[in-house]
């Protein structure tokens, strides 16, 4: 059995990702800005904009950065930071992910060589089409309650998970 198959068999205070990353949400009214994967981890799938953190860089600066660079639109104003998640994978790889959310933007949403902009009804986000967590934890980002997600996945399925909502 694999060291990684329930979440009570991972030392989370001593844990450590392989990669610090972000996700970015903009939202312009009932519609919030989402992408096509196009390249990387999660390829083919809707997400966030959002990457890995690069040395010396802030998640905050990286959610803003990353959604320029897959898009060409910035957040603008303060970026609320929704919660967190750490991310084991069985196959070794760990991803620490900073969620931000932004009301407002500037710039039109492009697509680059990274990904495809889906300006998405928040009461239509396809998660049929997104990573298996998604439509465990965004609904709580979009009630504005903050949370702390450790998920165990083999591949693009969920072994095990534990959800917290923070105060």
């Not at 992408?35 to 809707?46: E, P, S, T, W």
Request: aromatic share 10%; hydrophobic share 40%; glycine share 8%.
């Amino acid at each position: 059995m694999s060291t990684y198959s329930t979440i009570d068999a991972i030392d989370w205070a001593t844990w450590t990702a392989v990669d610090l990353a972000t996700l970015c949400f903009v939202f312009d009214g009932d519609e919030v800005l989402l992408i096509r994967k196009k390249r990387g981890l999660g390829a083919g799938k809707v997400n966030a904009p959002g990457g890995r953190v690069d040395p010396g860089e802030t998640p905050l600066e990286c959610a803003i950065r990353e959604t320029q660079e897959e898009l060409h639109v910035t957040p603008t104003g303060a970026l609320r930071h929704c919660g967190e998640h750490r991310f084991q994978f069985v196959d070794g790889y760990s991803l620490h992910v900073h969620v931000f959310a932004a009301s407002t933007h500037a710039g039109t949403a492009t697509e680059t060589d990274e990904a495809i902009p889906l300006w998405t009804p928040v009461a239509a986000i396809p998660y049929d089409e997104m990573w298996a967590d998604d439509v465990l934890w965004i609904p709580h980002m979009l009630a504005d309650q903050r949370f702390d997600g450790r998920w165990i996945f083999d591949g693009e399925d969920i072994v095990d998970y534990v959800l917290d909502l923070v105060e």
